[in-house]
Each structure stands twice: as structure tokens, then as C-alpha cells.
């Protein structure tokens, strides 16, 4: 009796699930397909019937919605409302997201959740595939933020939308790392500051 969709989509997903996981701790070299349908609890066997090779599923997992990209979307306004309403709600949930994505007690989720945060060191390892789906996430990362940005700074948005992406990558890469938890917060209010000032209406 063949499979349902349904079955299918979750069996996907559980690889997906399994696959990030083990690529966030290990990395690309470090993890095989066993090791991912094992922690999955699939048999190898059925990998194939979803993915063609490691590098495609790397390159799958680097294509997911991050939650940076969730959260913008989520906490914009509805389709119904009118120009002013959504240009303000997107501006404001843009700012809400800054300073949830900066925030030093959101470093341990962003590192599981942010493809360009957690799995950008090996996205060559993935080749082209993976290059083009971190490229996706970027893009429509930035052009999620150029809706937030305030009306002043429209000729110059999408300058100003890649400059706070690359803020709060870096900063939460860079603070991350650090050994004085300080110093890490003082980087993430740094990097908040300043991309705040980039998406300010004057």
C-alpha cells in the first residue's frame, strides 16, 4: 500500500528536523546519513525516497524559514489593512524583531533556529545548491526589513536593510563567541543601536 502525502510530508520533516539539528552541532563534515535517519528514527533506506544526496539536504535545511523570517511576517499587518496601518505595523514589528534577534537571552535560540548564524561556515561544503538557498534566505530577509523602513529612507532602504542583516548576523556570531559575557552584551546593544538608527524615521 504506497504511502500518503501526509506520511510523506512528515517523514520529510523529520529528516529536515534531525538533518539541522545534528548540522548545527557537528557540521557538515561531521554528520553522515545514518546518523541523521537514526536520530530521525527512519531506516537509511527511505532518504532517498526524499533527498538525493547530503549536500541536497544541507542545502534543503540552509532553505528553511528561519524564525527571523517568521517573526517579521507574523507580526506585520493583515493584507486588509491600509497603506499607513501596514507601513507603521511593519516598521514597528521590524523594530520588535531587532530587539528580539539582539536580545543576549536569545542567543542559544538564534543559534538553532538562524541558518546564517549556525550554519553559514559550511555553506561551501554544500555547493552551489546550498549557496543559492543561504542567497534566498538573505534576500528575502532584507526585503522583509526594507518594508519596516521608514519612509525618509526609501531611496536608500535596500543599502540600509542589508547593513542591519549583516548588524545582527555579525553581531550575534561575533557575541556568541565571546568569553565575557559583558563584553557579548555590550556587542548586542551595539548592534541594536545602530539598527535601530538605520530603520529610524529621521
Known sequence: MPLS???KAKTRSAILAAAGALFREHGFDGVGIEEIMAKAN???GGFYAHFASKAD?????????????????ERQAPETANAGVAKEAAHNAALDVLATYLDPDN???VT????????ARDVDKGGTPARQALTHVTTELASLLQTGMSAAHLDQSES?????LALCVGGVTVARTAADPALAQK???AC??????????R
Open 112 to 119: 538553532s533556529t538562524c541558518p546564517m548564524v549556525s550554519l
Open 187 to 189: 556587542m548586542l546593544q
Open 160 to 164: 540600509r536593510a542589508l547593513a542591519i
Open 57 to 73: 539536504l544541507f542545502a534543503k535545511v540552509l532553505g528553511e524559514e528561519p524564525a527571523f523570517t517568521r517573526m517579521l511576517k
Open 5 to 7: 502525502k501526509d506520511h
Open 192 to 201: 541594536e543601536s545602530e539598527a535601530r538608527r538605520l530603520m529610524a524615521a
Open 107 to 109: 542567543i542559544a535560540y
Open 42 to 44: 527512519l531506516t537509511r
